[in-house]
Antibody, heavy 123, light 113 residues
Framework: EVQLVESGGVVVQPGGSLRLSCAAS????????MHWVRQPPGKSLEWVSLITRYGSSTYYADSVKGRFIISRDNSKNSLHLQMNSLTTEDTALYYC????????????????WGKGTTVSVSS | DIVMTQSPDSLAVSLGERATINCKSSQSVLYSSKNKNYLAWYQQKSGQPPKLLIF???TRESGVPDRFSGSGSGTDFTLTISSLQAEDVAVYYC?????????FGQGTKLEIK
């Protein structure tokens, strides 16, 4: 079964740091570009970042650029999001999602989603 | 950034009736040379992650019932549920993937009348 399981979400103070992880199973991670998407409580979805198959290219939303770093370890079937200088605006459910494109190209829409991990930034 | 605007924000439809959700992008998401619209639709039920329904504006994802259909081109798109079922109660989102940052609409909440 194709599955993504996020972890690492906790309550953190403003200015703090956090590292989210996503464990992939049921497919070969390095065949796919991967995304992080977040959803603040009661709000819509916001694309956060993507990383290509071998990590050679990364893209970020302006709201997180310079503060968040996406990475992956294909040998461990895992995706990560290092989150620094957190603010209350970063409070959200963070989803790991697989790009629907296979191989060397990616499309930008997501066909497999994890259940998410909750990050709460509060003093 | 491309702004995605959905209408209406919420919708109540009787079982078996048609539901129509609109999505408008602030600029065209039609890649002319490929004749493809970079537009996807997702369904999110309460307490669940989003589920991909439609991509390339009108291609149904495998396993999605054929009562769901997508249409439109350029800047104006529509998701139609031809005969509403109880299990279709959810929030529906459109997303452009024409270029980063990928952006989603604000969502349309669909309920049973």
């Amino acid at each position: 079964e194709v599955q993504l399981v996020e972890s690492g979400g906790v309550v953190v103070q403003p200015g703090g740091s956090l590292r989210l992880s996503c464990a992939a199973s049921g497919f070969t991670l390095d065949d796919y570009t991967m995304h992080w998407v977040r959803q603040p409580p009661g709000k819509s979805l916001e694309w956060v970042s993507l990383i290509t198959r071998y990590g050679s290219s990364t893209y970020y939303a302006d709201s997180v650029k310079g503060r968040f770093i996406i990475s992956r370890d294909n040998s461990k079937n895992s995706l990560h999001l290092q989150m620094n200088s957190l603010t209350t605006e970063d409070t959200a459910l963070y989803y790991c999602a697989r790009d629907a494109g296979f191989g060397s190209s990616w499309y930008g829409y997501m066909d497999v989603w994890g259940k998410g991990t909750t990050v709460s930034v509060s003093s | 950034d491309i702004v995605m605007t959905q209408s209406p924000d919420s919708l109540a439809v009787s079982l078996g009736e048609r539901a129509t959700i609109n999505c408008k992008s602030s600029q065209s998401v039609l890649y002319s040379s490929k004749n493809k619209n970079y537009l996807a639709w997702y369904q999110q039920k309460s307490g669940q992650p989003p589920k991909l329904l439609i991509f390339w504006a009108s291609t149904r994802e495998s396993g999605v019932p054929d009562r769901f259909s997508g249409s439109g081109s350029g800047t104006d798109f529509t998701l139609t549920i031809s005969s509403l079922q109880a299990e279709d109660v959810a929030v529906y989102y459109c997303q452009q993937y024409y270029f980063t940052p990928y952006t989603f609409g604000q969502g349309t909440k669909l309920e049973i009348k």
